[in-house]
């Protein structure tokens, strides 16, 4: 392995959350699906928002917030996605930059604005995302910059941008990149991409040795394999991926690599505000770990202390100073 | 007095809060005076703004602020002010709207963009406020609704946007119609308007009985009338306005009103976060109970009710049910 200047490198969706709490019965007056995360038109978009009531405006976005984190922690991250040029867009940039995140991809010239994400927070702390990705779904292969995603010890691929044609293309050919120069490619899943017609591809995708390091919930997990438990889970995947991450909300996190398995509780949290981020979180910890060389455990445990920070305020954007909670 | 359908209808800054959180070494690297509020160019907000860190977006603007406690409180509310057609517009409108106060200025197309607030907050709560008012400080005359004030039974005039010449002149318009409908004219101070040159011209405003109901902290009204007590400031002004209004931070508020004085502790806070808006909804408490008939005590109680909750988190809006804390 050559010298790396970059610990990870990520794609993904380059969006704002709009962060608004609201009680149960609007979930049901809108036709939400707690928890879920779906699509909106602009039209859509607009219709939700003026139904929602005061909100607050936090730079998001998956793949986004996990660089935030890693750079929080204090290891070197850059971010590749596509805002436009408008006062989203360069709140979007600050955000990242001023996290010391390196981010250079250039905005995008005229419509689509830079995507948001409405986020409605119920009193269960549980979050219902309804994104409008706007520019964020331009991104295209020709964003890519070689040499940043050949020095990165691992690039992170966000699943949320597996549906669109052009940032498909673009992380895929990514992933060549990584692997050409020897380094690590991780891949969070998303729900959509685990049911219906998409899942063939990201099954293809893995079964071609695509990704080193996947990541995802449980429910994520059994929808891609077809099996129930999380023990014929494992077994299906194993032999696909060096590293499986699966996470389980309030019942912890578990890894298995090389035939043995390692399972952790949750940290503690005070009182859970907002669960936005969690996920995300959850893998700059893993993922930072891992880039300091640390064991499975350690990294679950990083993975974790860096979730229960992110789920005790709103918004997914680090509050806390990371690096003094988890030490990678 | 004609019956009313409008309870405060409030003119001043239509401005988003851009909040990021820093140490005291921060405000001294960029030479800015903690506590206070200083006007930025376009130039020197960018200049702020790449230096601050990550931030959240919350909708802002004192007279704004106000008024979105007053709504929140139950209350009939309006406000006046000057957005741009672009997405900081659009989001402060919607946060508006979604309170259920009336907003109605239309927006101004072309430049300067919406304006916004740098504000930082170091680790002992207090904000130090750098504004770029945009759009905000392009209020004309011609945005007044006369029919609009004319039904509301205060009109509410913010110190921060007496310093440009149309907005200050669209203020004393509207007091002129409040007062022809026999209304109540309310004016809130601002720390640069009572030093310098800006003195006199509110001196005289106050001389020709424009202000009905004055509010100002400690340091403003000592700084307006010259005077060192407390006792001599309340003499100084009781004469001009009806109801003198001082706010004394942790130390709490008083009035004094046909005679009397009447002095409150401040409401207990678990934990102080950030102190911006304390001063703005303080004023919603107090106005809204005013509009209830309540009395001079109750009406300040109902002041430090909602300034307790407003420092308790980020960001100047409230958050808890103000309606529940304080049945004004």
């Known amino acids: 392995m050559t010298s790396s200047n970059l610990d990870v490198v ?22 939400l699906t707690k928890g879920a995360m779906q699509l909106l038109s602009t039209q859509q978009a607009d219709a939700l928002y003026a139904a929602m009531g005061p909100a607050r405006e936090i730079s998001g976005g998956s793949a986004a917030n996990s660089m935030a984190g890693v750079a929080a ?31 250079e991809t250039p905005a995008l010239k005229g419509p ?25 779904h331009e991104l295209t292969p020709a964003a890519l910059d070689e040499e940043l995603i050949r020095s990165a010890s691992i690039t992170f691929l966000e699943g949320y941008l597996w549906g669109p044609e052009r940032p498909r293309a673009a992380m895929l050919e990514a992933a060549d990149i990584a692997h050409s120069a020897a380094r690590t490619v991780a891949f969070t899943l998303s729900e959509s991409l685990c049911i219906g017609d998409r899942r063939d591809g990201v099954r293809g995708m893995i079964d071609r040795r695509t990704v080193d390091i996947l990541f995802g919930n449980e429910d994520e997990i059994r929808h891609l394999t077809d ?11 194993s032999s696909k991926v060096g590293t499986l991450v699966i996470t389980r909300g309030a019942d912890g996190a578990l890894a298995a690599e090389d035939g043995s398995v390692v399972e952790i509780a949750a940290a503690h949290v005070e009182k859970v505000v907002d669960t936005t981020g969690a996920g995300d979180l959850f893998a700059a910890g893993f993922l930072a770990a891992r880039c300091r060389g640390r064991d499975l455990r350690a990294s679950l445990e990083a993975g974790t202390t860096c979730a229960a920070e992110i789920i005790s305020h709103f918004g997914a954007r680090p509050e806390k100073n990371l690096r003094e909670l988890v030490r990678p």
């Open 227 to 237: 099996c129930e438990s999380i023990g014929d889970c494992i077994a299906a995947l």
């Open 73 to 103: 922690l204090g290891l070197n991250a850059a971010f590749v996605g596509q805002v436009a040029d408008d006062q989203l867009g360069a709140i979007f940039e600050h955000d990242m930059i001023s996290l010391g995140v390196r981010f």
């Open 10 to 31: 990520a794609i993904g969706d380059a969006i704002v959350d709009v962060i608004a709490t609201a009680p149960d019965s609007f979930l049901a007056e809108q036709g």
């Open 112 to 136: 689509p604005p830079t995507g948001r994400c409405l986020i409605v927070v119920t009193p269960d702390a549980q979050r219902t995302m309804n994104t409008c990705p706007g520019a964020s």
